[in-house]
Every structure is written in structure tokens, then in C-alpha cells.
């Protein structure tokens, strides 16, 4: 079995539905705290509710890519419209274990982890000592992270 951390938002419908469903879904062992959190991208659009969870799986990394896609879709999300645009539901594999991946459509860690605190922060809440494979501990990069951003979270 590999320790897992998956992404979870939303900023359209239930939102907070949406990420318990999915959590549910996906069978997780642990869920990060659900933080009300700006847009970050696309910045004018709904404020999104965000999540990490913990899960172990005996699934190959592209297999529980997989899995989140269905997940997605079986909670409403189209894919269509801007990206990191508005969405009932956002699945993202964060990291796989101690594996650095980079094959077309699957790059973990989560090429953007080390730039959001909206994925840190919980990351943090979960797993503090948690090492991401080539970048450091989380509670390293969140520290740097919010060393640069000046503004509210």
C-alpha cells in the first residue's frame, strides 16, 4: 500500500457537499481541515473551498489518476470553460509516496504544490514532517510561501 495525498476543491453548487462526497468516494483515511480560500489563477470567479486528503492505496499512480477522473465526473464536474476556471469539483493527485512522476498527463509531486498555500497549509495540518520528493518538507515550503505573500489567505 502508498500513502497518498489528493486535492480537493470546489467553488460551485454544495461545495462543501461536493468535497465530502468525494472524500467518501474515495474511501480517504484522513481529511485536512475545509478552508474557505480565494481563487488562484483565474481570480474572478467564486471563492473555492479546499481540502487535502490522506489515502492508501494499492492503486498504480495513473490508476488512481484514474479513479479521481471518475470521481470528478461522477460528482458533476465538465470539463469545459477556462482552465482553473469555476467547477463543482476539483480532483488533484498531489503526491504518490516518495515517487516523482513526469509522464504526459501525470506529474507528481503536483507541478504547482510548492506555489499554493491552499494546499500546504492542509498538507501541513496532515502530515507536518511530510517530505515532498525534490522540494523539501511541507513545513519548509510553506514557510517560504508565506515569507512572499504579503496579502490575507
Not at 467564486?46 to 492505496?57: D, G, I, K
Amino acid at each position: 500500500m502508498t500513502r497518498a495525498f489528493v486535492g480537493l476543491g470546489a467553488n460551485l453548487g454544495h461545495r462543501e457537499k461536493a468535497i465530502q462526497d468525494a472524500a467518501e468516494l474515495l474511501a480517504v483515511r484522513r481529511l485536512s481541515t475545509i478552508r474557505e480560500t480565494e481563487p488562484w489563477g483565474l481570480t474572478d470567479q467564486p471563492r473555492f473551498l479546499n481540502a487535502v486528503a490522506q489515502l492508501e492505496t494499492d492503486r498504480t499512480p495513473r490508476e488512481l489518476l484514474d479513479r479521481l477522473l471518475e470521481v470528478e465526473r461522477e460528482l458533476g464536474r465538465v470539463r469545459e470553460g477556462p482552465r482553473w476556471g469555476p467547477r463543482v469539483i476539483d480532483l488533484d493527485l498531489l503526491l504518490f509516496g516518495d515517487r516523482r512522476i513526469d509522464e504526459p498527463g501525470l506529474q507528481v509531486p503536483h507541478p504547482r504544490l510548492q506555489e499554493r498555500l491552499f494546499v500546504l497549509e492542509p498538507l501541513a495540518e496532515l502530515a507536518p514532517n511530510l517530505v515532498v520528493p525534490g522540494l523539501g518538507s511541507v513545513s519548509e515550503l510553506l514557510s517560504k510561501l508565506e515569507s512572499v505573500h504579503e496579502s490575507p489567505r
